[in-house]
């Protein structure tokens, strides 16, 4: 009887650990997204890089004015970018007594779940403003996975238009 249990929860386990802990749903992702912008707003790199796989690889297109960039980041070239950039933010912040906070707005237009729902595509359109002046808007295509239990981004396509200030 014992060696019955035991099998029954070790299926389980593996259930869990094959199957359950890798399904996305669209509330879960959501709650991801809404999990990015808190940290972003605390200045939490860390946590942004942690949400990446590995094998992490994104394409993004930059453009000011008549200048284009486009850039290939692997996880560690984006985790310094977003170190950079996050440790600019928060000393804009601190010089200013936290008067010109960055406004990050960042919406979910489209989710896309695999049949298996162990892959998603997400489109994302986000604003980022200081005061009443727009610095950027971005669209973004990321592709998303489920792991032990933790949504990861494996990459996408991003398109950035970065606006000088009048």
């Given at each position: 009887?014992?060696?019955?249990?035991?099998?029954?929860?070790?299926?389980?386990?593996?259930?869990?650990?094959?199957?359950?802990?890798?399904?996305?749903?669209?509330?879960?992702?959501?709650?991801?997204?809404?999990?990015?912008?808190?940290?972003?707003?605390?200045?939490?790199?860390?946590?942004?890089?942690?949400?990446?796989?590995?094998?992490?690889?994104?394409?993004?297109?930059?453009?000011?004015?008549?200048?284009?960039?486009?850039?290939?980041?692997?996880?560690?070239?984006?985790?310094a970018e977003l170190r950079k950039s996050v440790d600019a933010m928060q000393r804009l912040s601190a010089a200013t007594g936290g008067r010109f906070a960055l406004?990050?707005?960042?919406?979910?237009?489209?989710?896309?779940?695999?049949?298996?729902?162990?892959?998603?595509?997400?489109?994302?359109?986000?604003?980022?403003?200081?005061?009443?002046?727009?610095?950027?808007?971005?669209?973004?295509?990321?592709?998303?996975?489920?792991?032990?239990?933790?949504?990861?981004?494996?990459?996408?396509?991003?398109?950035?238009?970065?606006?000088?200030?009048?």
């Open positions: 009887m014992n060696k019955l249990i035991l099998l029954a929860v070790l299926a389980g386990l593996a259930w869990w650990y094959f199957d359950y802990s890798h399904r996305l749903t669209e509330t879960q992702i959501r709650a991801a997204y809404e999990a990015d912008t808190d940290a972003l707003r605390r200045f939490d790199a860390d946590s942004l890089c942690a949400r990446m796989d590995d094998d992490f690889s994104a394409e993004q297109t930059s453009r000011q004015g008549d200048h284009t960039t486009q850039l290939h980041y692997d996880k560690p070239g984006l985790c406004d990050i707005q960042q919406e979910v237009k489209a989710i896309e779940l695999s049949t298996d729902r162990k892959h998603a595509t997400v489109q994302t359109v986000s604003t980022i403003r200081l005061g009443d002046m727009t610095l950027a808007r971005d669209r973004t295509t990321e592709h998303l996975i489920r792991r032990n239990g933790h949504i990861l981004s494996t990459g996408g396509e991003s398109r950035t238009w970065a606006y000088t200030p009048q």
